[in-house]
């Protein structure tokens, strides 16, 4: 089960306590909430975020972003999520993390950001994906930068991140479902129609 933390866990946890570094009290956005959004999110409980929104518009991604420490969810198909977030901060996120690699989505995770606010992004799109913003938005203090990793030293932080398991404050394993090998095809139709988070193969 310790599989994930080499890419998913290990990204999203660290965009927030290597990358982001939130002060205790501030509200951060994470925009998807699969493996890498809801690795944030437990992160960001870790660092004591006050206000944790996960905007995903899958119902059991929601329901589990609560499990694993956000304080709000937001459904992006049922309200517009810029509205919501700004009106839960108040005035937007100190941070936010933008986690499916979609334009629409990388100018929603900017704009729900009150001034001084920083976003994250870790979504992977195709080369020569580009993506519209309000230059006004930026030029008032607003910053973008891009994470790889969460920035890790993944033999320093992966071992952290075990620690943190095996104390119940990183409980990555609701994140997890395994498959035997010769299921293989299970696996990957339940993670495309998103009924399981992250699915690990057993090759025996």
């Not at 965009?15 to 890498?36: D, E, K, Y």
């Not at 049922?78 to 936010?96: C, I, N, T």
């Amino acid at each position: 089960m310790l599989g994930p933390l080499g890419c998913g866990v290990q990204t999203g946890a660290g965009a927030v306590i290597n990358s982001l570094r939130p002060q205790a009290g501030t509200t951060i956005a994470i925009f998807g909430a699969g493996t890498v959004g809801l690795s944030a999110v437990m992160a960001a409980h870790l660092c004591g975020c006050s206000r944790i929104i996960a905007v995903d518009p899958v119902a059991a991604r929601r329901e589990l972003a609560l499990e694993l420490g956000a304080t709000h969810v937001i459904d992006p198909n049922a309200s517009d999520p810029v509205e919501q977030v700004r009106g839960l901060g108040p005035g937007g996120a100190h941070y936010s993390l933008e986690c499916t690699g979609l334009p629409k989505v990388v100018r929603q995770a900017v704009d729900c950001l009150t001034l001084t606010g920083m976003c994250g992004l870790m979504g992977v799109s195709r080369l020569g994906t580009e993506v519209s913003l309000d230059m006004n938005t930026i030029l008032f203090g607003r910053g973008v930068r891009g994470i790889i990793e969460g920035d890790s030293v993944p033999d320093e932080f992966i071992p952290r991140l075990v620690e943190l398991h095996a104390q119940g404050r990183f409980p990555f394993d609701k994140l997890v479902t395994a498959f035997p090998f010769d299921e293989i095809q299970q696996a990957v139709d339940a993670s495309e129609h998103g009924r399981v988070v992250k699915a690990v193969l057993r090759m025996a």
